[in-house]
């Protein structure tokens, strides 16, 4: 079992920034990969970013690509998401997602690989 938290979320102007912090319990982080999704009023939840378990790759959509970051610390049981250049239409709430099983990374932008969710943490980005 993976437990997740998010934190770091808030208010911030057009063109400012945040980071997003995920805390993992269980010790199977670091043989997971792992991404954030977002969700806003109305619409579906999306893929933001993905980190392959070995850290050796990372993907975005194509919406957050250059101005997002995503990174991970396996000693401290943590992901990160860093955000900058953000935009009104970046407002949301953001989930951090385990894949459904290690070592594996197959369909990573897809939420149905995810089994494991935080409870998520609202962005909003006034203009």
């Known amino acids: 079992q993976v437990q997740l938290v998010e934190s770091g979320g808030g208010l911030v102007q057009a063109g400012g920034s945040l980071r997003l912090s995920c805390a993992a319990s269980?010790?199977?982080?670091?043989?997971?990969?792992m991404a954030w999704f977002r969700q806003a009023p109305g619409k579906e939840r999306e893929f933001v970013a993905a980190?392959?378990?070995?850290?050796?790759?990372?993907y975005y959509a194509d919406t957050v690509k250059g101005r997002f970051a995503i990174s991970r610390d396996n000693a401290k049981n943590t992901l990160y998401l860093q955000m900058n250049s953000l935009k009104p239409e970046d407002t949301a709430v953001y989930y951090c997602?385990?894949?459904?099983?290690?070592?594996?990374?197959?369909?990573?932008?897809?939420?149905?690989?995810?089994?494991?969710w935080g409870q998520g943490t609202q962005v909003t980005v006034s203009s």
């Open positions: 269980g010790r199977s982080f670091s043989t997971r990969t």
């Open positions: 997602a385990a894949y459904r099983v290690v070592y594996s990374s197959g369909g990573y932008n897809s939420p149905s690989m995810y089994d494991y």
């Open positions: 980190m392959h378990w070995t850290g050796s790759s990372t």
